[in-house]
């Protein structure tokens, strides 16, 4: 059903700025990750930088103004090579950020306005069709459509939403076209509360940094223990001053000024090689952290896979092979409107477009579309008119006789987390609709073929998990999906044959020494909660494990606070970018072992 915007006539501009006065208006600053300040303060208040300033202010008391000149300028160096490797990282996620941020159709004054999000007021009408996004929470007042809800559950499949059904800020429109009032906007919409926690920024030490810490620590106490010493042996007059002044510059000179500045360096250093691999790093350390990974947790949707799906199965049905293949692709061509499913046939099988007499467009209230060509355009039966429909097979196959053997196809398909479509063809072209106005299937309907679609694995996945794999490095893969299909892709990305699956409602089930135990000994993990998530990442820390988990979604943010490194996607939601520690620029998922092999290469060079 097609929506009329002009039907609805929506708020008045008057009525919208006496809203956000009382604010109840979307005011969403654009914020990608840490503010300037947090970076400056987080750089400049450090445990080193303490301890120095402490060497410092010794050297002076000793008259040594010239080693704290020396010292000041590692210092200086030191803060500023971090701030300008930090601050480059945010600025480029700030463009991104805004390049990427969605506009609004909001109906005001029965009129249709495209807006910036941020003028979004509680009680507005928006727009949404095939590839938008849904900015604000509300729910549907007109119209119908499909929705795609990954970035907030991990869950690939598309959701129906008709009228009165709830939609959230962050989802997408994938087919239909529908009307919905926002109700939940700014800090209350449910993406908001799901990155909370996002904004509260975490600095993990690397075990590179921890040692030097506790080295450095070490030093300046033994440092503070002779300087001590020599002082007191310099009161009771068992010391020159001279001599003990000539004593304490050289136990100062015990703590190591110029190791830290040295591995600072290197990973500014490492921080532009790898800009040049695509991955921007947000935290510098996180070059090292990540060479010490030992379990790699991934999402599947969006991370392993490129959120696209494609045509892996056409099953004829009564009908040659090349005369259903080439009917579906001039089918998929000659479609007014474009989906993710249109999209896979036409990548599959492409086909001519061509005239269409008569055309039913997809819709999440009825589950199928359909097309009859023109008289002269049958594609591949000259001898055959009609309308061709392809829709979900329990839809249509209501309305048609389906044999055994094609049910049984049909579930199996779907038991191993495959969408299914059927493909039929009725002889008769008529356009009918119930008394709601939603579509009625012609009558006759035959089966000419059934479709399988599987999630897309990114072309690069297969090589990356084998170079992590033959590293000795743990693969989990965590996801909000079923755990069959979870399995049946990690399989396709190489993983070993006997992997073990867990679904999220077994893990709820558990006790805390079954779920760590389940965690370290099982592979995939699927139709898990972004609290699972982040749970299983911990539970794999107790157990000594240095974690990182890649993501792209709000589901993921939990998780990528709690690993010891976290990477996102640049195709991922704002909040996950924010939040990781590595952004792969331009989705390069290739360039982790790069970065993996630049961290190995730092820590080498720090030992040596």
């Known amino acids: 059903m097609q929506i009329s915007p002009r039907q609805i006539q929506g708020l008045s501009d008057r009525e919208a700025n006496r809203r956000r006065a009382a604010g109840q208006g979307n005011d969403t600053p654009l914020q990608t990750s840490r503010t300037y300040w947090d970076i400056l303060r987080r750089n400049v208040f450090t445990f080193i930088n303490g301890a120095y300033f402490f060497l410092s202010l010794v050297l002076i008391a000793l008259g040594r103004a010239s080693d704290v000149l020396v010292l000041a300028v590692v210092v200086l160096l030191n803060v500023v ?18 390049i990427t941020r969605p506009k609004a159709s909001v109906i ?33 007042v007109e119209g119908a459509m499909s929705a795609d809800e990954s970035l907030l559950t991990g869950e690939s499949d598309q959701i129906s939403k008709r009228v009165n059904d709830p939609v959230y800020s962050g989802s997408f429109c994938v087919s239909g076209t529908a009307c919905y009032e926002a109700e939940k906007v700014g800090a209350e919409s449910l993406a908001s509360k799901m990155t909370a926690e996002a904004r509260e920024f975490r600095r993990v030490q690397t075990p590179l940094q921890r040692q030097t810490n506790l080295m450095i620590r070490l030093l300046l106490g033994v440092a503070i223990v002779l300087g001590l010493i020599t002082g007191l042996r310099m009161i009771l007059g068992v010391t020159p001053v001279t001599a003990g002044v000539q004593d304490l510059a050289v136990i100062v000179g015990l703590v190591p000024i110029g190791l830290y500045f040295m591995i600072t360096l290197s990973y500014a250093l490492g921080s532009v090689r790898l800009a040049e691999q695509s991955a921007l790093v947000q935290q ?35 009908i040659d092979r090349d005369k259903l293949e080439k009917t579906l692709a001039d089918y998929a061509a000659s479609v007014s409107t474009s989906n993710k499913t249109n999209d896979a046939i036409i990548a599959a099988l492409p086909g001519n477009k061509r005239s269409v007499k008569l055309e039913v467009p997809f819709g999440s209230a009825h589950k199928w579309s359909a097309i009859a060509f023109g008289n002269s355009e049958a594609p591949a039966f000259t001898d055959t008119t009609g309308m061709y429909v392809l829709g979900a097979p329990e839809i249509l196959g209501s309305a048609m006789s389906l044999d055994t053997t094609l049910q049984t196809y049909i579930r199996e398909s779907a038991d191993l987390g495959l969408r299914v479509l059927l493909f039929a063809h009725s002889p008769t072209i008529e356009n009918r609709h119930d008394e709601s106005g939603v579509p009625i299937l012609p009558p006759d309907l035959q089966p000419l073929g059934i479709l399988r679609f599987g999630d897309e694995l990114r072309s690069d996945a297969k090589s990356t998990l084998s170079r992590f794999q033959e590293a000795g490095i743990g693969i989990k893969v965590i996801s909000g999906d079923n755990p069959a299909t979870v399995a049946a892709l990690a399989k396709q990305a190489g993983l070993s044959n006997d992997i073990i699956a867990v679904s999220g409602q077994d893990l709820a089930e558990m006790d805390d020494a079954v779920f760590i135990q389940t965690a370290e000994e099982s592979t995939i993990f699927g139709r898990v909660t972004p609290e699972q998530k982040a749970r299983l990442v911990k539970s794999l820390q107790s157990r000594n494990h240095y974690v990182a988990m890649m993501g792209d979604g709000v589901n993921d943010v939990p998780s990528l606070k709690q690993a010891n490194v976290g990477v996102a996607m640049e195709s991922g939601s704002q909040a996950t970018r924010g939040a990781a520690d590595i952004v792969l620029l331009q989705d390069t998922f290739s360039a982790l072992p790069k970065i993996f092999l630049e961290g190995q290469r730092i820590q080498n060079g720090v030992a040596d």
């Open 81 to 98: 090579i971090n701030l300008i490797q930090e601050i480059r990282a945010k600025q480029k996620l700030d463009r991104i950020a805004l």
């Open 284 to 318: 510098s350390n996180a070059i090292e952290s990540i060479s010490n990974v030992d379990v790699m947790c991934l999402d599947k949707t969006g991370t392993l896979t490129t959120n696209r799906i494609d045509l892996q199965t056409v099953y004829p049905v009564g």
């Open 108 to 140: 005001r004054d029965g009129q249709e306005h495209g807006i910036d999000p941020g003028e979004i007021v509680v009680g507005d009408v928006l727009v949404v069709r095939p590839g938008d996004q849904i900015v604000v929470d509300g729910s549907i």
